[in-house]
Every structure is written in structure tokens, then in C-alpha cells.
């Protein structure tokens, strides 16, 4: 059974810092294309940043300059670090993996695995 298991959320002052972990189990995700996306309530999931196999991210222009992708391939594990965090910011988190060799995508619907997702709340 393929999982993605997203952790590190939780409730932060706004200006504050958290770190986003995302293990994947079932299969490999060395050569996939993965990301992170945000459903705050009453609204569209959104792209957040997305990571291709080889190292390369794009970012959505919300969150460059504050916010950080990784992964750590032996590990299976995908990372999003995020600072100076914004109240409008609070959503669940989720991580999401895609096709091999793939691009990072916007598109929700280029991503066959989710997680089940992780909350993060920016209070004022």
C-alpha cells in the first residue's frame, strides 16, 4: 500500500518558522516529481512548491524567499521549511507525488499520491 504521511504542523505566532516532513512507504519516490500544496477552508487547493527528482523546485510567488523544498531521497522523504509564516497562511498542508521525471506541476490533477495532510495555524 502506497502512503505519503505529512508531520511537522501545528500553531505558530505570524513571523514564525516551521518544517514540513512528508514519508513516503509502499514505493520508491527517488525519480518522482513531488510537492507540497494548501487548502485553507472554503477554498481551492493551491500549489505551494514543487521538487523534481533531480533537485530542480519552482515556488509559488506567495511563498519564494520564505519558503524551502527539499527532499532527501534515501529517506523517501520529502521537507518544507517555512518562514516568516503569514496568518492567511493557516491551511492543511498536503504533499503529493507525481510522475517520474516529471516537473513540478500547479495542476492537481498531475499528482497520483496524497498525503492525508498536516495542519498549520499562524496566529495574529
Known amino acids: 500500500q502506497v502512503q505519503l504521511v505529512e508531520s511537522g504542523g501545528g500553531l505558530v505566532q505570524a513571523g514564525g518558522s516551521l518544517r514540513l516532513s512528508c514519508v513516503g512507504s509502499?514505493?520508491?519516490?527517488?525519480?518522482?516529481?513531488m510537492s507540497w500544496f494548501r487548502q485553507a477552508p472554503g477554498k481551492e487547493r493551491e500549489f505551494v512548491a514543487g521538487i523534481q527528482y533531480k533537485g530542480g523546485t519552482v515556488y509559488a510567488d506567495s511563498v519564494k524567499g520564505r519558503f524551502t523544498i527539499s527532499r532527501d531521497n534515501a529517506k523517501n522523504t520529502l521537507y518544507l521549511k517555512m518562514n516568516s509564516l503569514k496568518p492567511e497562511e493557516t491551511a492543511t498542508y498536503y504533499c503529493a507525488a507525481g510522475r517520474r521525471f516529471a516537473l513540478p506541476s500547479r495542476n492537481i490533477d498531475e499528482y497520483s499520491y496524497w498525503g492525508q495532510g498536516t495542519q498549520v495555524t499562524v496566529s495574529s
Open positions: 509502499g514505493r520508491t519516490f527517488t525519480n518522482s516529481v
